[in-house]
């Protein structure tokens, strides 16, 4: 009885972990960008009480084993990157990728990361920067008399200039996409950066290649569905609860040894 107080606990300890991730999806429910997380659930060791397929008698084997589970635990929590719902802001440096690829932000130590956050902004240099102040790459500078800026869905960045200065292209916007977007490493403030499991990043131009088009005036909102994660909730409450009542039967399967015996 007492390996079942244990594997109880680990079936506590799973779903808080699970409630963890559920939380911190419904806390990013408004965040620009925001991919929801997925709590990967895998059994742990079994304790070999009798091989399947074991020898019954000369000419008999054993259908099947005696194995005892030892509870479970979370493996990993996987970000699903599926697209958001598309917001319209009018604001002529909001962009939204409408496919996949990631926005490219240089960082301060030079390292490249990369965002589905397309909230930029005009720094006091004129060049294109995130919300942190940090440039994207490759890099555009709008020119100080310039009246208007246009995106295009290909990625070409042009200005039109004030006083019948015409029109100018100014540069070309190139995302990144990876093989494995779930091996990406989330670092906080709407950024990933790559590693052994996403692969190389593959730059490409929007709209080609896979690649997806980009609009302007628009930003990819959270695809966290608040339903969804309530459900989750209610069945990880659940699951707690009945972890829990497992403990209080082993406990009072315990106390009975303890008083009769």
């Known amino acids: 009885m007492d390996a079942s107080l244990w594997v109880a606990k680990t079936g506590l300890d799973a779903q808080q972990t699970r409630m963890n991730v559920i939380s911190n999806n419904l806390a990013n429910v408004n965040t620009t960008g925001f991919k929801r997380d997925r709590a990967v659930f895998e059994d742990l060791l079994y304790q070999n009480v009798k091989q399947p397929g074991g020898q019954t008698t000369n000419n008999t084997l054993s259908p099947t084993g005696f194995m005892l589970g030892t509870g479970v635990k979370i493996n990993a929590t996987e970000k699903l990157h599926l697209q958001g719902n598309l917001i319209n802001t ?13 926005f490219q932000i240089q960082m301060p130590d030079g390292t490249t990361s990369y ?18 102040g940090f440039p994207l790459i490759p890099a555009i500078t ?10 295009g869905q290909d990625g070409t960045v042009s200005a039109e200039l004030d006083a019948g200065g015409g029109s100018q292209n100014i540069g070309q916007i190139q995302l990144a996409r990876f093989v494995n977007p779930s091996g990406l490493k989330p670092i906080g403030q709407n950024l990933y950066e790559a590693s052994q499991a996403s692969g190389v990043a593959q730059i490409l131009t929007p709209g080609l ?7 302007q005036g628009s930003l990819e909102a959270s695809n966290v569905n608040v339903v969804e994660e ?16 497992a403990i209080s039967a082993v406990d009072g399967m315990l106390k009975f040894l303890n008083q009769n015996i």
């Open 142 to 151: 709008i020119p100080a008399n310039t009246a208007a800026v246009t995106f």
């Open 230 to 245: 309530m459900v989750n909730m209610i069945e990880t409450q659940r699951a707690y609860e009945i972890n829990s009542k």
């Open 90 to 102: 009018q604001s002529p440096l909001d962009l939204a990728v409408m496919g996949n690829g990631m």
């Open 209 to 215: 290649n896979g690649a997806g088009a980009l609009k």
């Open 115 to 132: 965002t589905r956050d397309g909230n930029f902004k005009i720094s006091n240099t004129g060049q294109v920067v995130n919300a942190s």
